[in-house]
């Protein structure tokens, strides 16, 4: 796949009219039969969702703090897959893992010392490109780390804005 003909029109659209490259991601959650489980709906397929073991739930479905890391390690791995194409990098394989590491006590109340949500995140990037230079590596990474969406967002938190609405 030739990757900079493929970004080319889109590069030169965005170039020429810069509000055609603003866009806005929907996900949407919905309830389900069991106050433990909900949809998760993204437009283009529907995700079930469960709360993790260790707060009740079953176990056998992604949790959300399995689909945060999931959507770092997909956007890690494309990012990091598209960067090496474009920067002409032969690979034989590239491999992301993520891990995130939390307390639970946080999230049940337990104590209030404890903070709610990751206290670390780690990626690992398992790259074999055995005719890469290490100019070529060093590039790959800091252009992977750059242009990476959900590293940079975890990295900067945007503003988050709540909004509740209540029917009667």
């Known amino acids: 796949m030739d990757l900079r003909s493929l970004q080319k029109p889109l590069k030169d659209q965005y170039r020429t009219d810069p509000s055609a490259s603003k866009i806005t991601i929907r996900a949407k959650g919905a309830q389900t039969d069991a106050p433990v489980s909900c949809s998760v709906d993204l437009g283009r397929a529907i995700y079930r969702a469960e709360a993790h073991k260790g707060v009740g ?31 002409g990098i032969p690979t034989e394989r590239i491999e992301v893992t993520v891990e995130g590491d939390l307390d639970l006590r946080g999230t049940l109340g337990i104590s209030k010392d404890v903070p709610v949500g990751f206290e670390s995140v780690h990626l690992q990037f398992d790259v074999a490109a055995p005719n890469a230079t290490p100019e070529q590596m060093a590039g790959l990474r800091e252009k992977t780390e750059q242009y990476c969406v959900v590293m940079q967002t975890l990295m900067r938190p945007p503003k988050l804005e709540s909004e509740w609405v209540r029917h009667d």
Request: hydrophobic share 55%; proline share 0%.
């Open 57 to 87: 739930g079953a176990g056998a479905g992604a949790c959300s703090g399995d689909l945060l890391l999931g959507a770092l390690a997909a956007c890690a791995q494309i990012t990091c897959q598209m960067v090496a194409a474009s920067m």
